[in-house]
């Protein structure tokens, strides 16, 4: 289990964080000695979390709590953990607005915090980022259009962030496991079952996987280590690939999806 230097007394907060992978970050920096903010939209969840593990809570949305996250954190912000995020299912013909939602939680949420911690960040030549992406924005998940799209979305975002501030002190690292044993995979249905749950991790995973990164300071963080094999056989052999996420699309379908 890694230990990180600098993550004690450091400001951190934790988007999502009222269960599931949030929750494990928010109790892992915790337990690291960090000053922790755990936010979610569900005010109940936020405050049992936060009092578990002795840090404040700052219910709401993700996209909004900015400011508030920061002075209660004595107006600094070290590491901000873009986690919470929105499992849309659906294929082409989703309605507009179930792409919308996915397009603003699991994209714009990070956009929009970037913008208001970034002038910090790079005035004192210090910051953290963290985005909780999913290993289908390297890859795909079947039955899941529009979380498919925007975790692609979340992914290219903080690439982005990570070349262009990296020089500037910026630290950026993108989560991208498989299934997790959290509410989201459940609500996943066949299609989790499918293709998540047999190799399922626990959200405490993702948190030793995202600490051992950040002590190797690596971008991408993998807590299914298989994950690269696919995303290279994506990159180098497209039409293998796309084969093989077809043939599990057509198990799905005759699984009655």
């Given at each position: ?6 993550v004690?007394?450091a400001a951190?907060?934790?988007?999502g ?22 936010n979610d939209?569900?005010p ?7 009092d578990?593990?002795g ?8 996209s ?11 107006g600094?912000v070290?590491?901000?953990?873009a ?13 507009e607005?179930v792409?919308a ?17 970034l ?5 004192r ?6 985005s ?10 079947i039955?899941a ?19 262009t501030y ?22 996943s249905g066949?299609?989790g ?31 299914h ?23 599990i699309q ?8």
């Amino acid at each position: 289990m890694s230990t990180v230097q600098g993550v004690e007394g450091a400001a951190v907060v934790v988007t999502g964080a009222g269960g599931g992978i949030g929750a494990a970050l928010a109790r892992r920096f915790a337990a690291e000695g960090a000053r922790v903010v755990v936010n979610d939209l569900d005010p109940g969840r936020t405050k049992a979390v936060a009092d578990e593990i002795g840090a404040l809570a700052v219910p709401g949305d993700a996209s909004g709590i900015v400011e508030e996250a920061r002075a209660a954190l004595g107006g600094t912000v070290d590491v901000w953990c873009a986690n919470a995020g929105l499992a849309s299912p659906g294929d082409a013909f989703a309605d507009e607005e179930v792409w919308a939602a996915a397009w603003d939680v699991n994209v714009m949420a990070h956009v929009r915090a970037a913008r208001a911690l970034l002038p910090d960040w790079l005035e004192r030549g210090t910051g953290r980022l963290v985005s909780t992406v999913s290993a289908a924005g390297l890859l795909t998940m079947i039955g899941a259009a529009p979380y498919s799209v925007s975790k692609h979305g979340a992914y290219a975002f903080a690439e982005w962030l990570s070349l262009t501030y990296r020089h500037r002190g910026l630290k950026v690292h993108a989560i991208c496991p498989q299934g997790v044993r959290t509410d989201m995979l459940t609500a996943s249905g066949t299609a989790g079952e499918l293709v998540l749950a047999p190799t399922a991790i626990e959200p405490e995973d993702v948190a030793d996987a995202l600490f051992d990164a950040m002590a190797a300071d690596r971008f991408l963080v993998l807590p299914h280590p298989e994950v690269a094999d696919y995303y290279r056989t994506r990159a180098t052999e497209p039409e293998r690939w796309l084969g093989t996420m077809n043939h599990i699309q057509r198990k799905w379908e005759g699984a009655g999806a």
